[in-house]
């Protein structure tokens, strides 16, 4: 990608730092996955939960950075006849000085001494045998266990990851990639431009995290590049001994668990995204797959501005069982069907929102039969706004695709620039009417690795590609061409056809590259009799050893021996090519293959690469602008890479839909074109329109960042509870038996302080207490399971007994009673039990629940009398069930969490509406984002005190009732 950074941002805003020797970084929030700051740099961010070390502003890192020599003021009073300054030290300063008054410079500087030392390391390290040098990664974790913190081993881990890097890809890590991976360990932002070797700088920073056994994530926007780098970069950390994991979309929970157990673990965004939601879904601690109840240490996340600014605004959803409502989606899209827009309803094309007027809900009204849109009770406004929404927003082949009559959404970030699916689709059509050979890429998931190919290729003579902006990210485009991808394409291309009779999946495997129009390679022959003694050996093992394989399989067989022939050289590939099994033999023969082909067609591509630079390099247009200059930098910079030649243009229209979106006045436009020509082909250029524009974007981009910003401050609030949730269930699945029960044992107790507390009065006599109510709300919870052990009980028996008790000084704590009231069953025998008793009781009198008054030990006490004859009569229910305690806890657990899962995600609609209605505060004077957050925090409380009646009612209604199972027991 182009220099799409956060960091450069963040050095234009000064006000976001402090004014300290060493300020705070900046942060991006990612929503639902790693709670906290996000640290970013370039393409990759990094966060850590585990250390905090000094932070540093955000880094710009260039690949001609050198260690700056530093300019020393010579004495004024030494040679006090000659200049100040040496001629020398003048020219330098003036050259530099633009990055010497930038605070960017004195910060990079902190990382020389960094530098120097691993530049010290690295004649050493190279003595070293590679048994020696793989011993290092033991001997770290020795010293780490014996108190060495990472700091301390930080230049020499670095020092050998260089040195391994070497060894097994023959690439050196460059000084600024050692700055930029002590960037990433200090969980800062940096940036890198393209062609610096970000993917090689986040090795450095792995590696040393992953020393701890603590796990570390590289995360990227695909499964293909995941699979790239734990393939390409893994080879670095297998040399060392590190454990590395691939996480891919095709894996089941068992393949995924062990994976995420590697000391470093590849995963797209989405499915590290879909695994946390998924861990939290889940009914047993079998069907976690993270590191719990830890599962983020340190991650590092590739095309940070993607993921975190792009893919951040969509959120990740698991869909569920269908909404008894499910019915009323048709309904209401026919209704909206029935209204006109400015007539029933308004659009705000800049919200994304639509707003009915008296007319529209009228009209709504009627058409539903219904006398209230908003009536809780027979709810349609929200079906109704969203299929306007839909009808206004979702377009086909833009939003959304019907494919096989299923509706595919496609990612909003997919069709940001160059042009969308919709435009991709026509062009297309439209170069097939000319006859013009051309690829089209649309940035799906499931077609990252073909994507990848195409514009792996999109630099060669006379290829076209048309793509959207987000297609084929990760992958640099190579004047000329990419060679290794040209040598397997020729190699796939060679032998697939006998070692499957299946035809490749387009809907799996993307449409077949289009060659045609570019130049062929030329093999020589000893690549000719290579690939044709592979053919041979392919038929024999087909024909006569009866091997048959699928497309996919056929895929993975060539796959693996392309990476034979990287991680072996050619004398072990020929041994192993002359053994004696045709099937065994396969593998290193197409690895021989392959390296013969790739020879001829590094040689081509470099050769037609000189060539398309003669011609003036990639030319890049664009069909549209968007919102941000960010994004369309990012279409600029797949031209003139890393010193290439290159050209880019725009042509845009009027009628694109920013202009639209944000009210662009194009009457300026407009008049300045008829002056100009009545010709609508010729282009109409300028800076003053230039300026209009860059104008508009930059608007859009603060409107965007208010809006994120809003969302960051919302989103902050359903982070707090959020993480309690997700703590209280991990608690759950996680924690010892003993524990849990503890944990039920307190939901009742709670459960009962809240019955008890609403109908006391710690300043009235009892005879003033509502104690029949009480006592009909403990019957309520128990489903009336002590109606006779409490019917002689009554109302003025209960009150003079209370009285009586009141008048008592001394009670013994565990075995104390109320005169003519049931004595609670004797459950809490041996010194654990009463323990846990006297602890509940200290507990109790210091929890602040009760107002101080003349009688409040005595509610207090009769807190605990309820609460003991409610415990102890569900121990004796499951004491006499029968069951073992582990089959009981299972229940408990069970219960539990179904009951915080049912109500938290009641909250979270509850939620999204207080969300939409704390907007309208704002008109009185009010602080939306104040009213959201008391409110927010009441429903929160409210949400667990009702998720804990409800696990305390299921369990009773489960253990009490004659036939109890689990679909009683939560059954309302």
């Not at 995963?267 to 946390?276: A, H, L, V």
């Not at 035809?503 to 129009?517: K, T, V």
């Amino acid at each position: 990608m182009a220099n799409n950074s956060l960091a450069t941002k963040a050095a234009m805003q000064p006000h976001l730092f402090h004014s300290t020797p060493k300020p705070d970084v900046l942060g991006t929030r990612m929503p639902g996955i790693y709670g906290g700051l996000r640290r970013s740099y370039g393409s990759i961010a990094v966060k850590s939960t585990t250390r905090r070390r000094k932070q540093r502003m955000p880094k710009v890192l260039n690949h001609g950075d050198t260690i700056t020599r530093s300019i020393e003021l010579p004495n004024p009073n030494e040679n006090a006849g000659t200049d100040l300054f040496r001629k020398k030290d003048l020219d330098y300063l003036r050259k530099n000085w633009r990055k010497m008054t930038s605070l960017n410079y004195w910060i990079i500087r902190d990382y020389h001494v960094l530098v120097s030392a691993v530049n010290v390391l690295e004649p050493d390290m190279q003595r070293l045998t590679n048994k020696q040098l793989q011993a290092k990664t033991k001997e770290f974790r020795c010293r780490l266990r014996d108190g060495e913190t990472l700091d301390d081993i930080q230049a020499e881990a670095f020092a050998v990851v260089r040195e391994a890097a070497r060894r097994t890809l023959g690439m050196r890590h460059f000084d600024v990639q050692i700055i930029g991976g002590a960037v990433l360990h200090d969980g800062a932002i940096a940036e890198m431009k393209t062609g610096e070797g970000k993917t090689l700088v986040s090795t450095l920073a792995a590696y040393l995290n992953s020393l701890t056994g603590r796990g570390v994530h590289v995360v990227t926007v695909n499964d293909y590049l995941a699979q790239r780098d734990a393939e390409w970069m893994g080879r670095i950390h297998r040399f060392l001994g590190i454990s590395v994991g691939l996480i891919q979309s095709s894996m089941g929970p068992e393949e995924r668990k062990a994976n995420y157990t590697c000391d470093i673990t590849y995963s797209s965004n989405s499915e590290i995204g879909f695994d946390y939601l998924r861990d939290n879904l889940g009914q047993s601690k079998e069907h976690l797959v993270m590191r719990w109840p830890k599962p983020f240490n340190f991650a590092i996340v590739d095309e940070v501005d993607s993921v975190l600014i792009d893919d951040g605004r969509n959120p990740l959803l698991i869909s569920g069982e269908a909404p008894s409502d499910a019915a009323r989606f048709p309904v209401a899209a026919q209704v909206a069907n029935l209204l006109v827009r400015d007539y029933h309803y308004n659009v705000e094309l800049k919200e994304n929102a639509v707003e009915l007027t008296e007319e529209g809900i009228a009209t709504a009204e009627l058409a539903l039969d219904t006398d209230d849109l908003w009536d809780e009770r027979d709810p349609w406004a929200r079906f109704v706004i969203n299929a306007l929404k839909a009808k206004e927003f979702y377009r086909r082949d833009v939003n959304y695709i019907v494919k096989d009559g299923q509706v595919q959404i496609i990612n909003e970030n997919a069709v940001l620039n160059g042009c969308s699916v919709e435009h991709s689709e026509y062009l297309s059509e439209l170069l097939r009417e000319w006859e013009i050979p051309h690829n089209v890429l649309n940035a799906r998931p499931k077609y990252a690795a073909r994507e990848a190919q195409i514009v792996a290729q999109a630099g060669r003579k006379g290829a076209i590609t048309i793509s959207t902006n987000m297609a084929g990210r990760g992958t640099d485009i190579i004047l000329g061409g990419n060679h290794e991808m040209l040598a397997e394409e020729i190699i796939e291309d060679s032998l697939m056809c006998f070692m499957t009779k299946e035809a490749p999946n387009i809907d799996m495997d993307g449409a077949p590259l289009s060659q045609l129009g570019l130049a062929k390679v030329k093999l020589s022959p000893s690549s000719l009799g290579s690939l044709a003694k592979t053919v041979v050996t392919v038929k024999h093992v087909c024909q006569r050893d009866g091997e048959i394989w699928s497309y996919r399989e056929a895929k993975s067989k060539i796959s693996a021996s392309l990476e034979l022939s990287r991680s072996k050289d050619v004398n072990e590939l020929e041994s192993l090519a002359g053994g004696e099994s045709s099937t065994f033999r396969l593998g290193p023969m197409i690895a021989l293959a392959y390296l013969a082909v790739l020879k001829d067609c590094k040689v081509h591509c470099t050769k037609e690469g000189l060539e398309v630079k003669r011609l003036g390099g990639l030319h890049v247009i664009g069909t549209s602008l968007h919102e941000s200059r960010r994004i369309d930098n990012q279409l600029r910079g797949r031209a003139g890479r890393q010193g290439d030649p290159g050209s880019t243009r725009f042509m845009i229209s009027l009628q694109d839909d920013m202009f639209v979106k944000f009210n662009f006045n194009t009457e300026w436009a407009v008049n300045l074109i008829s002056k100009v020509t009545s010709n609508e082909n010729i282009p109409i250029e300028g800076d003053t329109i230039k300026n209009q524009l860059l104008g508009l974007q930059k608007s859009a981009e603060q409107y965007y960042f208010g809006l994120r910003k809003n969302l960051v401050e919302f989103d902050e609030v359903l982070e707090v509870q959020r993480k309690h949730v997700y703590d209280l269930r991990q608690s759950l699945l996680l924690d010892d038996t003993g524990i849990c029960r503890q944990r039920i044992y307190q939901y009742m107790q709670a459960v009962m302080d809240e019955i008890v507390l609403r109908n006391v009065n710690s300043h009235k006599a009892p005879r003033y207490w509502n104690l029949r109510n009480l006592l009909d709300d403990f019957h309520a919870i128990t489903e009336r399971a002590f109606v006779d052990t409490f019917a002689g009980v009554s109302e003025e028996t209960f009150a003079v007994s209370l009285e009586h008790f009141c008048r008592m000084h001394i009670q013994e704590l565990d075995t104390f009673q109320i005169q003519n009231l049931p004595v609670p069953p004797d459950m809490f025998k041996g010194i654990h039990a009463k323990a846990f008793s006297f602890k509940r009781w200290l507990l109790l009198t210091s929890d602040g629940s009760v107002m101080s008054g003349k009688y409040q030990d005595n509610v207090n006490l009769l807190r605990k009398y309820f609460g003991d004859f409610l415990i102890a009569s569900y121990i004796e229910a499951v004491r006499d069930s029968g069951y073992d305690n582990t089959y009981a806890q299972e229940v408990e657990r069970a219960i539990a969490l179904k009951a915080l899962d049912s109500f938290w995600r009641d909250h979270l609609l509850n939620m999204n509406r207080l969300n939409t209605a704390v907007s309208v505060r704002g008109f009185g004077s009010r602080n939306p984002l104040e009213e959201y957050k008391i409110d927010g925090c009441r429903f929160f409380i409210t949400m667990l005190g009702a998720a804990r009646h409800q696990t305390v009612t299921s369990l009773l209604r489960y253990w009490l009732s004659p036939n109890g199972s689990l679909e009683l027991a939560f059954a309302n």
